[in-house]
């Protein structure tokens, strides 16, 4: 069957069992992906066996072939003992068939096939094969197949004939098209057999040169299974124009690649066999420094990173990360917002914030341009409250200071930022202040999360009974030398933690499978908004996770390398406490 044929409709009748022979399937259940079906494995066994109705749907994610039975040929396949394994998988599949509607969501996946090849007409440049063939030979978990290594002017039959004892292997494969108008037999090949295609053009070219592909050809089955790839000569040539080549294309992501940067073709490979590193950055006002410092220390140790994300603070050092800036280049730049500019110092009259925003805005706009999310050279995104939606605002397009601001906007403090279509947002503590589910759902392979979690409970030394009123908080705003002494929670301290409450419960509780959380330390007696001591949470983290780090041997996976250090970091105990 093509390509995005359905084969099981989610809510028909099981009235029979499939088989795959040939090719991969997606199972949906309301538009998201749940499973992911190969070759020797059963179809719709659960419901069939149960004698129920079909829980979920089922397409082809490529060109496949099953095997299908109906109940007198299950029968007759197992004439010679029918009742003993009848009344087995009855019972077994019941029990699953009920689990089946609560699975949780899978995270979109490249799959073991993917092919590599033009989004237009014109051929892959040479630079760009010489590069994928040097990372396929430094990521080693991968075989890569071009027009070469197929049958000599093999068809379409000739070349399934061929690939199917290597698909049953269970390895990774690379379809490699350097020219689909050379090797037409070979790309129509490629595309009905990939799991996911990475389609590859230049930044610099017009997008209408490769037309958006039509849901049909690009087999859509509730995802996108296309990635957009666009290169440029270079990793140091400026990226723009981004926007222009997503508009109207149905895509998993896409990726942004310099032809003379090695790092840029690992990161392609591990995107391609599901293992890309996520970074995930939660929020915690002047903290957030302590990001840049952890990530200093990660950088040396010689662990990349290949997609960013995070809320509020976290979101905020993340795009700075994302834009390829030196850790001490953002330090200055945060000493400028904060402390020369004083952005979040300036009182407003309480109307629509405590805080006058302008300021705040200016230095954003400024420090992190006018570019999009889309021109990013790595993956970003920033997570936001929706109050509009009652849900989560997932920032991937548009102006990229505006998605920071949005993602910051602490409620009362700041006022919320609104989007063209007039929905209110603020800050995405409110929902979840460490965004890793979401980094979940937007790629597949292990992830990274930089937290805060302070070691003490936190005590306030104050009398309530002395605590101001009216004219004396006036005097204490006014003169700040007569708060002196007095130690009662003022408003940015107590919002900063209300606002995070739930999703650090909710964090605590979290499965984190192959992610490691790391807590990075917090300098004693520092406050939400106290900027000055910035430095002295970079400084802490840096030398902290350094030092926790070590000396790791380059042969190390960099994720257990990760994880052992979050066990030392974390005092001994496991990196989800």
Known sequence: MPSGAVLIAQGAPADALFLVLVGRFRVTRDGETIATIGAGEPIGELAFFSGGIRTATVAALRESEVLRLDRAEYEALAAENPALPHAILQAVSARLAALTPRAPALPPASGLVVALRPAGTEPLPEAFVEGVRAAVARHGAVTLHDETAAPAAADVAALADWFRPLERDGRRHVLLVRDARAHP?????????????????????????????????????????????????????????????????????????????????????????????????????????????????????????????????????????????????????CEEIFVTSRAMNRLAVPLYSALDHRVFDEQLARHYGEGGIEDLPVGFFALSTNLSRNDAHLHRSGPLWRAVRASGSIPALLPPVL??????????????????????????????????????????????????????????????????????????????????????????????????????????????LDWKRGQQHYAAAHRALGEAIGRPDPAEDAMDVMRAAALRLNGGGRPTE
């Open 185 to 333: 037999a070979w790309a129509a090949f490629a595309d009905a057999r990939s799991d996911s295609r990475y389609l590859v053009a230049e930044l610099a070219a017009s997008p209408a040169s490769a037309p958006a592909p039509v849901e049909a050809e690009a087999g859509l089955a509730g995802r996108p299974r296309d990635h957009l790839l666009l290169w440029r000569p270079s990793a140091r040539t400026p990226i723009t124009g981004t926007a222009g080549w997503l508009a109207r294309r149905a895509l998993a992501l896409h990726h942004h690649l310099g032809l003379d940067s090695p790092g840029d073709f690992d990161r392609l490979m591990r995107f391609v066999t599901d293992r890309a590193r996520g970074l995930v950055l939660g929020g915690g006002g002047a903290f957030g420094t302590a990001h840049i410092g952890a990530w200093k220390a990660m950088s040396e140790a010689g662990i990349a990173v290949d997609f960013l994300g995070g809320t509020s603070v976290g979101a905020a050092m993340a795009a700075a990360l994302a834009q390829g800036l030196d850790p001490e280049d953002i330090m200055r730049r």
């Open 419 to 528: 989007t063209e279509e007039g929905e209110v947002l603020i800050d995405g503590g409110l929902l979840d202040n460490l965004p890793l589910t979401a980094m979940r759902r937007l790629k597949s392979g292990p992830n990274l999360a930089f937290d805060f979690r302070p070691r003490q409970i936190w005590r306030v030394e104050a009398d309530y009974d002395r605590l101001p009123g009216r004219l004396g908080a006036l005097l204490g705003l006014l003169f700040p030398r007569s708060r002196r002494g007095n130690r009662f929670p003022r408003i940015p301290n107590v919002l900063a933690r209300a606002m995070t409450l739930n999703s650090r419960r909710r964090s605590g509780r979290m499965e984190l499978g192959e992610d490691v959380l790391v807590n990075l330390p917090i300098t004693a007696g520092a406050r939400f």
